[in-house]
């Protein structure tokens, strides 16, 4: 009787550590005799010491930290850039199988993958096109990656770091671009006064004693402000006839 009940309690107890649970983000792999047999799904599974194994793969979304990489642009300008990438394992037993360690893998593939495209762009096309130079790095590694299970989401570019001397270049090319736009403004304001006061003096011109009203307006506007000196402009014809009129009365005189 010892003995049935010695015998039930090494059963009990080898069906105890036998119960393994894989969580619902999870999914196991079991091995028979060191032979893959198989995916388990979430839940309590039992594992039979000795004859069994199994392990477990996670399935949730992975953050890569891609850190710097220096490159050389397609107009032979240096930088250097960093990027995460979001993956996820979508085949366990590949992921498990085809590849020693999925994350270190995809860690490296990314570096690789992300200076050779940094080099098929110029620098206008990296600093201007982050979201087309993501796509091609996730293209690219989803492709190398897809015989191990792994899934790309997305990669994002963080930082794209210049060189110094390349920073005071780019920053005198905006200011002059902003110079640029505001002289075209100016002009462009410039010719739309000129419309507008040509439109004016048509107007006033057609209108009989209209300039000479517009000109008492004008003197009016300045002499309000006490600081300010009126100067009148005498056209050179008018001097030139008060002096034909002075030599006149001079000559009846005589």
Request: hydrophobic share 45%; no cysteine; aromatic share 8%.
């Amino acid at each position: 009787m010892t003995a049935i009940y010695t015998i039930l309690g090494i059963f009990i107890f080898i069906v105890l550590i036998s119960i393994k649970q894989v969580n619902q983000y999870e999914r196991g792999l079991r091995f028979v005799l060191g032979k893959y047999s198989g995916i388990m799904m979430p839940g309590w599974r039992l594992i039979w010491p000795i004859f069994q194994s199994y392990k477990k793969v996670d399935l949730r979304v992975k953050a890569v930290d891609v850190p710097n990489q220096e490159a050389i642009t397609k107009d032979n300008i240096s930088v250097s850039v960093n990027a995460v990438i979001y993956y996820k394992v979508k085949e366990a037993d590949k992921a498990f199988l085809e590849v020693e360690d999925f994350y270190y893998a995809i860690s490296q593939l990314a570096q690789t993958t992300m200076r050779n495209v940094v080099g098929q762009v110029d620098l206008d096309g990296l600093l201007s096109q982050r979201d087309r130079v993501s796509g091609n790095i996730r293209d690219i590694i989803e492709k190398a990656a897809d015989p191990w299970g792994i899934q790309v989401i997305s990669v994002e570019l963080k930082d794209i770091t210049l060189p110094e001397e390349m920073k005071r270049v780019i920053g005198k090319q905006a200011e002059a671009e902003r110079e640029k736009r505001a002289i075209i403004i100016r002009a462009e304001g410039e010719v739309i006064a000129a419309s507008n006061t040509a439109k004016a003096a048509e107007i006033l011109s057609a209108v009989t004693g209209g300039l000479h009203i517009r000109t008492l307006q004008a003197i009016n506007d300045a002499s309000s402000d006490k600081a300010s000196k009126i100067v009148f402009a005498i056209p050179l014809e008018i001097l030139r006839a008060f002096e034909r009129l002075s030599k006149e009365q001079k000559e009846e005189h005589r």
